[in-house]
């Protein structure tokens, strides 16, 4: 069974910076894609960000791109979500999911989910 533990999230006023990290556990698939996804209060789970196994692709939602980086270190089987120039439209739970894939495309089935961590951004 995989385990997902994410961490990192608080409170951070607008313009802050926060680094979210997701460490994996158990026995997982050979070249996972790993990814970040984001629920704000009383809208729908969306995505954010993934990266390949490699670390060579990276892929992000548009609203977060040039803010945000996505970054993993296999040896530590944990994946970073680097958050600059923080909005409080920001806000949400932020949760890290792990795929059986190489590359992500919209609507990929995520295999593991972790519990998720709250991040708030003050206005």
């Known amino acids: 069974q995989v385990q997902l533990v994410e961490s990192g999230g608080g409170l951070v006023q607008a313009g802050g910076s926060l680094r979210l990290s997701c460490a994996a556990s158990?026995?997982?698939?050979?070249?996972?894609?790993m990814g970040w996804f984001r629920q704000a209060p009383g809208k729908e789970r969306e995505f954010v960000g993934a990266?390949?196994?490699?670390?060579?692709?990276?892929y992000y939602a548009d609203s977060v791109k040039g803010r945000f980086t996505i970054s993993r270190d296999n040896a530590k089987n944990t994946v970073y979500l680097q958050m600059n120039s923080l909005k409080p439209e920001d806000t949400a739970v932020y949760f890290c999911?792990?795929?059986?894939?190489?590359?992500?495309?919209?609507?990929?089935?995520?295999?593991?989910w972790g519990k998720g961590t709250l991040v708030t951004v003050s206005s």
């Open positions: 158990g026995r997982t698939f050979s070249t996972p894609l």
């Open positions: 999911a792990l795929a059986n894939a190489n590359i992500y495309y919209s609507g990929i089935k995520m295999n593991y």
């Open positions: 990266i390949s196994w490699s670390g060579r692709s990276t």
